[in-house]
């Protein structure tokens, strides 16, 4: 598993269309179809211990939480920030105050 940061402060600002004050990140291009979606995670809640049946992309964009893998080690994933696990990766995740993530799953992920 790697981790990403997908902050603001790493967004390269919009100079076109008359834009003020806004920025774009790239997450990814797909090749293969792609998955996307949210994971909800109420406060105490965990996602278990699976494995990943492609690769995921896992976005925090609301809350806190924090994910592991099969070393049981939790990383703390705050607004922002994200991990890619790979096909056959063992991971969990959960959140003590709650969470949305944006999920991204396809065959191939190639990140920005």
């Not at 994200?82 to 190639?110: D, F, N, P, R």
């Amino acid at each position: 598993m790697k981790k990403y940061n997908f902050k603001q402060e790493l967004a390269n600002q919009i100079n076109n269309y008359q834009s003020i004050d806004a920025y774009y990140t790239k997450i990814m291009k797909t090749v293969e179809p792609a998955n996307i979606g949210f994971i909800y995670i109420e406060p105490g809640g965990v996602v278990g211990m699976h494995e990943a049946p492609v690769p995921q992309l896992f976005i925090v964009i609301q809350g806190e939480g924090w994910i592991c893998g099969e070393n049981q080690e939790k990383i703390i994933l705050k607004v922002g920030e994200g991990v890619l696990w790979q096909t056959g990766e063992a991971h969990e995740s959960g959140s003590k105050s709650g969470l949305t993530a944006l999920v991204i799953q396809s065959e191939q992920i190639h990140l920005a």
